[in-house]
């Protein structure tokens, strides 16, 4: 069966931080419309690799195709005018903003009077609140800070957001703060909406048991290594927490 183009593909990504090597010659590549859970222990070099496709800073070496062009992101916006959109382990909102603004940030609406072009705050606060309505956040305005917001209704926002604006690969970095098992279940189901709507996704976790459920495949790194790539079907979860606990690949 011949296999479909990857949607991303990441080759030879090497990437240091002075002496400290965080990426050393990784590669993987992100299918069409499939959820690649992205495994590791602490320091491990995900954020790194993710923070990469993201456009946040440049490899020191190695290449990313996206559909198989050659791409160079100097920006998270170039990135995301790719359809890359990444909710990042230190929340991407800003707290001291309201929700809609947030939910716009950088890409605010606009209407025209004569020749003047002011921000369609009407358009921002309605479109805002029928996404967050859709995503399951009930607040009572678009217009309440971020900053009175629980961990599970920030990523619930941001995953809103790049879905409100067409991502085609959707990066979810776990955040510090532990969400409720409520919460974490919505996370799981925003994942599965976004691969039904036609998107990819990576989702970076430490619990293997809350990506498994919705993963296709899974790449593991240990100390900036690729040490593991494989299909769900492979490894039992357990099998694949004493991988990553025990820093033993399978490569
Ligand atoms: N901006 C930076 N400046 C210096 N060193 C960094 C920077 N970002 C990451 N590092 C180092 O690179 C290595 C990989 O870090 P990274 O954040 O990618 O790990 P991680 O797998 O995301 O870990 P965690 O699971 O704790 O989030 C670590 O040794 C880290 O200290
Ligand atoms: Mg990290």
């Known amino acids: 069966m011949q296999r479909d183009l990857p949607l991303v593909r990441m080759a030879n990504i090497s990437k240091w931080f002075g002496a400290v ?10 299918r069409h419309k499939e959820v690649l859970g992205l495994l590791g222990d602490n320091g491990a070099g ?59 940030l950088g890409r605010e ?6 020749s003047i072009s002011l921000l369609d705050k009407k358009k921002m606060d309605e479109e805002c609140s029928r996404v967050i309505g ?10 309440e800070y971020v900053s009175i917001l629980s961990g599970g209704e920030r990523q619930a926002i941001s995953i809103g957001r790049a879905m409100y604006f067409g991502a085609k690969l959707l990066i979810l970095d776990e955040p510090m703060t532990a969400l409720s098992v409520k919460e974490t ?8 909406e976004a691969r039904e709507s036609g998107a990819s996704v990576i989702f970076i976790t430490h619990n293997v048991y809350h990506v498994y459920p919705v ?16 299909g769900k079907e492979e490894h039992e979860a357990e099998e694949i927490i004493e991988m990553v606990a025990s820093s033993e690949g399978v490569l």
């Open 46 to 104: 995900k954020s790194t690799l993710i923070k990469i496709l993201a456009g946040v800073f440049p490899p020191d070496e190695g290449e990313i195709y996206f559909n198989e062009e050659p791409v160079k992101f100097s920006s998270p916006k170039e990135a995301r005018a790719r359809g890359i959109e990444t909710v990042h382990q230190e929340l991407s909102l800003v707290n001291i903003m309201t929700i809609s603004r947030n939910f716009f």
């Open 109 to 114: 609406p606009t209407r025209r009077i004569g």
């Open 134 to 143: 859709e995503v399951g956040i009930r607040v009572r305005s678009p217009n």
């Open 21 to 30: 090597q965080a990426l050393n010659n990784v590669s993987i590549e992100v």
């Open 185 to 192: 279940r919505k996370v799981i189901e925003h994942i599965e």
């Open 215 to 230: 993963a296709d495949r899974f790449v593991m790194l240990n100390k900036g290594v690729k040490t593991g790539e494989f």
